[in-house]
Nanobody, 125 residues
């Protein structure tokens, strides 16, 4: 079982930046693929970015390319989402997610087993 706790959300003006963090419990963080999803009001949850357990592969949704960066620090059991050039349409609850690694090569897969409680990101125009 993995417990995930996100932080770093908040209110920011368009064009600004935020860095989200997700700390995972347990000693096997380095074996988990990690992803960041978001869900805006009235919309389905979508996978925004993901990183393989080894860090060898990443995935970025079209909306995130060139603006968002996912990274991980296995020594700190933490995955980060750096968001730059934020837009009002980035407003959503952002969720950290984890799944056992070694099974997926395609990081665009949205199949995840463990979820954080979410952190609100609001971008004002």
């Amino acid at each position: 079982q993995v417990q995930l706790v996100e932080s770093g959300g908040g209110l920011v003006q368009a064009g600004g930046s935020l860095r989200l963090s997700c700390v995972a419990s347990g000693r096997t963080f380095s074996s988990y693929d990690m992803g960041w999803f978001r869900q805006a009001p009235g919309k389905e949850r979508e996978l925004v970015v993901a990183i393989m357990w080894s860090g060898a592969r990443t995935y970025y949704a079209d909306s995130a390319k060139g603006r968002f960066t996912i990274s991980r620090d296995n020594a700190k059991n933490t995955v980060y989402l750096q968001m730059n050039s934020l837009k009002p349409e980035d407003t959503a609850v952002y969720y950290c997610a984890a799944r056992g690694g070694f099974r997926y090569v395609d990081m665009s897969s949205a199949e995840y087993n463990y979820w954080g409680q979410g952190t609100q990101v609001t971008v004002s125009s």
